[in-house]
């Protein structure tokens, strides 16, 4: 292997093997920007000054030697990963939200670096960035530092998200470590009790949409009604905004399993990808906003005492070391519907507003690409003041995007009125 070349890691190589007919790899920052907005020969002169300070983003897949590995593109062109959408007039909301899922849809080209930026003109005479970056260069987090090396003016207080925090050392003594692995087992290897509503043969199409709420109501209120975290409060108002769409599609309410990543990034990492995850019951059937967030809370509290992430990452990394095949297995069992019906990750974005060459953001929404019979993802991100949440869905399976769209909002006022 050459000196320039970068091996894949295994996060690399899992994520690039889910890649399908019908899932593309990618996830999405949708980032609007107000008045003023630069033009695409601005905003390429300024991605291109500023490449060096992300070096995943010019390096491409090859497979030429012994084994596959990223290489840098020697032909890479700023041009050829800027675009700019052309429609016949600036889109609105829904043409936004149209064009985002459209793009979503498309696959990457794997001759070149896997990202791309396109730059669509809106009607209130602004601009959005709709930002694809392929998951096996980047998670969340590490999404969030290219966005702070490429695009925010460095005059902004654009903050990186703190690293996550581990927990401390685990008890040496080893009856209450076996006590401990067989808790971790029960709660993270159960199955639902019932198949999953987004449970289905996923197709190519995809469906999108964006709600907003405030943060700072949010965490007071789960602050003030549970000592529960901001987390708690996403998960419980995902959990109401389910409620609301189930009775609306389906009738029948149920607890739902969730899968929810867990960074484990490290200050000074470099990795591209480095998460875990813990999963848990949402209280779908509970209609007390306050009730709801309660009994999440006390979910979560006991996976945070217990290390549940990191225990997870430990456990399939110690599979792998001793049989690819158990830990392959292991993988299909976590990915199954009957694990988990829906994943909800939350990223922290910058902590302050934020501008591009002079022109405001203004907005900035994340979305993920949804599972093999998991047709619903939700991708969660703060952005100052703001929680924004993304829905990405496959709109054969998943039908009224809307009302869980807007239900989300509906429920997240909800919870800041019972606190």
């Known amino acids: 292997m050459g000196v320039d070349e970068v091996p894949l890691s295994a996060e690399d190589r899992a994520i690039l093997a889910l890649e399908c007919d019908t899932i593309v790899g990618h996830t999405c920052k949708v980032i609007r920007v107000g008045p003023g907005a630069p033009d695409i020969a601005a905003l390429r002169d300024s991605i291109a000054a500023r490449i060096d300070r992300a070096p995943p983003l010019t390096r491409r897949l090859d497979d030429a030697g012994a084994g596959t590995s990223w290489v840098p593109d020697r032909a890479f062109e700023v041009r050829n990963h800027v675009s700019e959408l052309r429609p016949d007039r600036p889109l ?27 730059v669509a003109r809106l009607d209130d005479g602004g601009a959005a960035m709709i930002w ?52 971790f087992v029960k709660r993270e290897f159960a199955r639902s009790r019932g198949s999953s509503p987004f449970d289905g043969r996923i197709g190519r199409r995809r469906e999108v949409g964006f709600a907003t709420a405030s943060m700072r109501e949010l965490h007071d209120a789960a602050k003030r009604l549970g000592h529960a975290t901001l987390n708690d409060a996403v998960l419980a108002v995902v959990a109401g905004a389910l409620r609301r769409w189930l009775e609306s599609a389906h009738g029948e309410l149920r607890d739902l399993r969730v899968k929810v990543p867990v960074s484990l990034h490290h200050e000074g990492d470099d990795a591209g990808n480095r998460d875990s995850f813990f999963a ?29 992430a990191e225990e997870m990452d430990e456990l399939l990394r110690e599979l792998g070391r001793a049989s690819p095949r158990l830990e392959r297995f292991a993988e ?88």
């Open 280 to 308: 848990l019951s949402l209280p779908i059937a509970e209609r007390d906003p306050a009730a709801r967030l309660r009994a999440i809370q006390a979910q979560t509290a006991v996976r945070k005492a217990e290390h549940d």
């Open 92 to 118: 609105d909301a829904a043409g936004l939200s149209a064009a985002v899922a459209a793009l979503f849809a498309q696959r990457l080209d794997r001759e070149r670096p896997l990202w791309q930026l396109d």
């Open 332 to 419: 299909q069992v976590e990915r199954g519907p009957r694990r988990f019906a829906l994943n909800v990750s939350n990223v922290p974005g910058p902590r302050s507003r934020v501008s591009v060459l002079g022109a405001s953001v203004s907005g900035m929404h994340s979305l993920a690409e949804v599972g093999e019979r998991h047709a619903l993802r939700v991708a969660v991100i703060s952005y100052g003041g703001d929680l924004c949440f993304g829905f990405c869905a496959d709109p054969g399976i998943v039908h009224h995007l809307d009302v869980l769209v807007a239900g989300t909002e509906l429920e997240a006022a909800a919870l800041v009125a019972a606190g």
């Open 132 to 183: 694809r970056i392929h998951h096996a260069i980047a998670d969340g987090t590490t999404c969030v530092r290219l966005a702070h090396a490429l695009l925010w003016d460095p005059t902004e207080a654009a903050t990186a998200p703190a690293p996550h925090e581990h927990g401390a050392g685990r008890a040496d003594d080893e009856a209450r470590r076996r006590a401990h692995l067989a808790r």
